[in-house]
């Protein structure tokens, strides 16, 4: 079937899952059953709709947000809202921008870009922090690390603000994907930079998307990077060949899963250096997360399904 929206990522924490599906809902399900829980009605952004009928690219919907009992819900007409995680009511709702990306919360603060920039609003009120124009839209999810928020425009600017007030520190060229903080560097796409100065690190043009980081491991689907110089030190052969760029892929316990174009997950045993297992899939996956043994898919004919991660005899 079509969706009216692409889904957000999942989220998995506490027992729930979270996402927003093709109909433009937002949800929370019982990780075990998917079932329980609570649903949104769908919300369209001006014109979405009928774009979609028209053949158009459908919207995406941020992936919302958890923190201290309170899910972060981005809507596509521009309204953020904060509701009870376990039971959906409503906390408070505001508007502070046009296209909001997907929430990150931490420290009282829930952070997030729009079509002009980022913003930082109280997390328990949603009263805006501060407001940071930049030069284009942020449409990917941010990252904070050692004082810093750092946020990719569409521009291909990565720049690192200040937490407390939004004042700029420095800013570099990067790749239009999600930024990733480790050990003192900011990796966007396959370039790492000193989060403290923006001084590159390593370069990397063959990487591309945004990676998962395990201890000094930078790990992009198929292929794992030493974190300080950038350097292959383990990659997929035969069948475990990696996906073209930027596929959803994520670390679950020992493995390395990501999606294929098939559509398919394969999770692969970087330490051991074979494919483990893989599982069709009944539409394209959007994006993963994992939680307890499980991993949880957002799909693009707009649904959500749970898989487990072990192993088959």
Do not use: M, N
Not at 234 to 254: I, K, M, N, S, Y
Request: with cysteine.
């Amino acid at each position: 079937r079509s969706a009216a929206f692409v889904p957000s990522g999942p989220v998995a924490p506490d027992g729930l899952v979270f996402a927003g599906l093709g109909g433009g809902c937002f949800c929370a399900l019982g990780q075990r059953a998917g079932a329980g829980g609570w649903r949104t009605g769908g919300e369209a952004a001006p014109g979405a709709r009928g774009a979609a009928a028209e053949g158009a690219d459908p919207a995406a919907l941020p992936a919302p947000a958890v923190y201290d009992g309170l899910a972060y819900l981005c809507e596509p007409g521009g309204r953020v809202r904060a509701v009870v995680a376990r039971t959906g009511a409503e906390v408070w709702a505001v508007a502070p921008g046009e296209r909001p990306g997907s929430p990150l919360a931490a420290e009282g603060v829930v952070y997030l870009g729009h079509a002009r920039g980022v913003v930082a609003l109280e997390a328990k009120t949603g009263a805006r922090v501060w407001s940071a124009p930049l030069d284009g839209p942020v449409a990917r999810p941010v990252a904070l690390g050692d004082g810093r928020l750092f946020a990719v425009t569409e521009a291909g600017t990565l720049w690192a603000l200040d937490v407390w007030t939004g004042k700029p520190i420095w800013q570099a060229e990067a790749a239009p994907v999600p930024p990733v903080f480790a050990e003192l560097l900011v990796i966007a796409g396959g370039r790492a930079l000193d989060a403290l100065t923006g001084e590159e690190i390593w370069h990397r043009p063959d990487l591309d998307g945004s990676p998962a980081v395990r201890g000094e491991r930078v790990c992009y689907p198929g292929r794992w990077v030493d974190l300080f110089s950038g350097r292959t030190v383990a990659e997929a052969q035969g069948e475990a060949e990696p996906p073209p760029a930027g596929a959803p892929h994520l670390l679950a316990g020992d493995l390395h899963v990501w999606a294929t174009p098939e559509p398919a997950l394969a999770a692969w045993d970087g330490a051991a250096g074979r494919l483990r297992w893989s599982v069709p899939l009944p539409a394209p996956a959007v994006a993963l997360a994992p939680a307890d043994g499980w991993l949880f898919v957002t799909l693009a004919d707009g649904s959500l399904a749970a898989y487990s991660t072990a192993e088959e005899d």
